[in-house]
């Protein structure tokens, strides 16, 4: 017997209440939307240019010492930058679902919806890896009774896959912004910055390490380490954006341009 699906039939009924926005500017989708999740004039100026092709991250110029592998949907910069911040310090939590959706689509090859408000139909290809978990890493300066930016993330991308999201991992002292620091400051800074909770048990698992922002790849691999100490046998890493050189050179070619 098929059961309902309560969140798909919840998402609908709130499409009436609270129409689904663009991402980056926050404007309410309508009949034109792409793909069914950005507005026209953001799908010129932040899809096309700032997305990151090929996804994965190379491994040269990062930080990697405990993962398989990274990828990034865009570079952090322009309109990409500007929703990030907004879901992260403006308080609008909305953008993680709809940013997440275009993960789905950029990164996995989801099919996206035609119609605004509907999920991004997130079928793994043929002969990619499914995974066990969808874990997130710990925001750097988490608010008190809100989700971090990353654990919205994941929530929706565990709806979207189908896989469910655990969490254990937590910070366990302040940490100062990864972007002002050189690369050994960041790997310094994030050495036991984080811990994994008491009986997390992933022997044999494949995890699916999920973040916003990727600079120096320091916050990932120390995150990785500490899966793997707990029996993970696999861990890729998700993240929103790529910050770092790639995205300052394309914030600097428009600012000039």
Request: overall charge positive.
């Amino acid at each position: 017997m098929n059961h309902p699906d309560w969140r798909l039939l919840a998402e609908k009924a709130a499409l009436y209440l609270y129409p689904r926005r663009c991402p980056f500017c926050g404007a309410v989708l309508g009949c034109d939307a792409v793909q069914g999740t950005v507005c026209p004039a953001c799908f010129e100026a932040a899809d096309k240019r700032l997305v990151h092709l090929p996804p994965r991250l190379p491994e040269t110029e990062h930080a990697f010492y405990a993962l398989n592998s990274a990828v990034a949907a865009y570079y952090y910069s322009g309109e990409v930058r500007h929703a990030i911040l907004a879901c992260k310090r403006g308080g609008e939590l909305w953008r993680a679902r709809e940013l997440a959706d275009r993960m789905a689509v950029l990164i996995w090859g989801a099919m996206p919806s035609h119609t605004p408000g509907r999920r991004p139909a997130a079928l793994a290809p043929v002969g990619m890896p499914r995974y066990h978990y969808i874990v997130p890493v710990p925001p750097r300066e988490p608010l008190p009774g809100t989700a971090g930016m990353p654990l919205l993330l994941a929530r929706r991308l565990g709806i979207l896959m189908q896989t469910p999201v655990l969490a254990p991992l937590y910070s366990t002292k302040p940490l100062q912004p990864q972007k002002e620091l050189t690369r050994a400051e960041r790997l310094a800074n994030k050495k036991d910055a984080y811990a994994c909770r008491p009986g997390t048990d992933l022997s044999g698992k494949r995890v699916l390490l999920v973040d916003d922002v990727v600079t120096s790849g320091a916050t990932l691999s120390e995150c990785a380490r500490l899966l793997c100490q707990g029996g993970a046998k696999q861990v890729l890493c998700l993240t929103l954006a790529q910050a770092g050189e790639g995205g300052d050179k394309l914030e600097n070619n428009r600012n000039n341009g």
